[in-house]
């Protein structure tokens, strides 16, 4: 069935240090790829998405990057902070875009 | 604010009872979704509707079912609730269903249900 694998499930880096988290996904129909950030007790909020003719979105110090053919999307968090510490979730659309079905999260903690 | 609003935010009842989860989508989002984040999990993805069908299903349980009302809200019924079933809550509406120009999720606060 539909699928979407992320790894790692927790990820430490000292702060200035890059993040990087990756997934793949099991549906080559899927054509839109968000990665959603979650703070502790708070809501989902999406921080970047790319579309399935795009290979690379960035925006300041956040990139994804996508490839198609292996099913695969990253994300990538340069110069990290205290403050991007939280739980990041991939997600990959299903069934004509109709369904949205999400990694398992990376706890990302960046020590000051 | 996400403009999703969800009621009540937080919910205690006892196993075997029946609750009923509100969510009133964003101003003119069609698509509402449900999901369930049990502690330190992921979302599970429930059930999705578009301007009142159902046009996705996850892992929803048989004991849970959920409608899209004309006014565009939805209502998530868990029903026979067992204490696994302790979990956050989360509407989130979108623009559209599907197409190229879909887009972004955008979730509601959640519900907190505590099975005792």
């Known amino acids: 069935g539909e699928n979407v694998e992320q790894h790692p499930s927790t990820l430490s880096v000292q702060e200035g240090d890059s993040a990087v988290i990756k997934c793949t996904y099991s549906d080559s129909a899927s054509n839109y790829f968000p990665w959603y950030k979650q703070e502790l007790g708070k809501r989902p909020q999406l921080i970047i998405d790319i579309r399935s003719n795009v290979g690379e979105k960035k925006d300041q110090r956040i990139a994804v990057t996508l490839n198609k053919t292996a099913k695969h999307f990253s994300l990538h968090i340069t110069e990290t902070q205290p403050e991007d510490s939280a739980v990041y979730f991939c997600?990959?659309?299903?069934?004509?875009?109709?369904?949205?079905?999400f990694g398992a999260g990376t706890r990302l903690t960046v020590k000051p | 604010d996400s403009g999703v609003t969800q009621t009540p935010k937080h919910l205690i009842t006892a196993t075997g009872q029946r609750v009923t989860l509100r969510c009133s989508p964003r101003?003119?989002?069609?698509?509402v979704y449900w999901y369930q984040q049990s502690l330190d999990q992921g979302l599970q993805f429930l059930i999705q509707y578009y301007n009142g069908e159902e046009r996705a299903k996850g892992n929803i349980l048989e004991r849970f079912s959920a409608q899209q009302f004309p006014d565009l809200h939805s209502e998530l019924n868990l029903s026979s609730l067992e204490l696994g079933d302790s979990a956050l809550y989360f509407c989130a509406s979108r623009t559209a269903a599907g197409g190229p120009n879909t887009g972004e999720l955008f979730f509601g606060e959640g519900s907190r249900l505590t099975v005792l």
């Open positions: 101003s003119g989002d069609l698509s």
């Open positions: 997600a990959a659309t299903f069934q004509n875009n109709n369904d949205m079905r």
